[in-house]
């Protein structure tokens, strides 16, 4: 291989989400591997809902990405996984960012971020069972537990 041609770096990404109150107060986190390297990555919001938190690690997992990267990324958030598995952000694109039931989609701006950032990326997106015997999958919903700010 010449120097030209750099291999693609495959990074593990783990992501998840949690709300206090739905919505309420929550918190998000992403655990990032490469070459048995980890870097976690969490952050919170006062006023949200579970499945902005969930789609929020998302978006900023692959935003820490500084290139086109293979990416495995886990969640046990169907609504992410299914959404690119079963093919429903085509769908919402197709019919302007409407449901089935005509009402507009919810998150539509992180979704749209999302997107582009998978975009750069050829990502497999992987569904793990919650809050099971998943060491990253708990270290990651520990997070983002922890990221959830507290009401002063």
């Not at 655990?31 to 870097?39: D, M, Q, T, V």
């Not at 050829?122 to 997070?143: A, M, T, Y």
Request: charged fraction near 30%; include cysteine.
């Amino acid at each position: 291989m010449s120097s030209a041609q750099k291999e693609t770096k495959e990074v593990i990404i783990y992501t998840d989400g949690a709300c206090k109150g739905n919505p309420g107060p929550g918190g998000w986190a992403a655990l990032l591997i490469f070459n048995g390297e980890k870097k976690e990555i969490y952050g919170g919001e006062k006023r949200t809902t579970n499945q902005r938190m969930e789609l929020k690690a998302a978006v900023e997992a692959l935003k820490c990405l500084k290139e086109p990267c293979r990416v495995k990324l886990h969640s046990d958030s169907a609504y992410l996984i299914n959404a690119f598995r079963q093919g429903w952000l085509e769908r919402w694109q197709h019919n302007g960012w409407k449901t089935v039931k005509k009402q507009p989609v919810e998150n539509q701006d992180l979704w749209k971020e999302l997107l582009k950032l998978s975009q750069r990326h050829e990502i497999q997106w992987v569904k793990v069972k919650g809050h099971s015997d998943d060491i990253f999958n708990n270290r990651c919903d520990s997070l983002a537990e922890q990221a959830v700010p507290t009401e002063q």
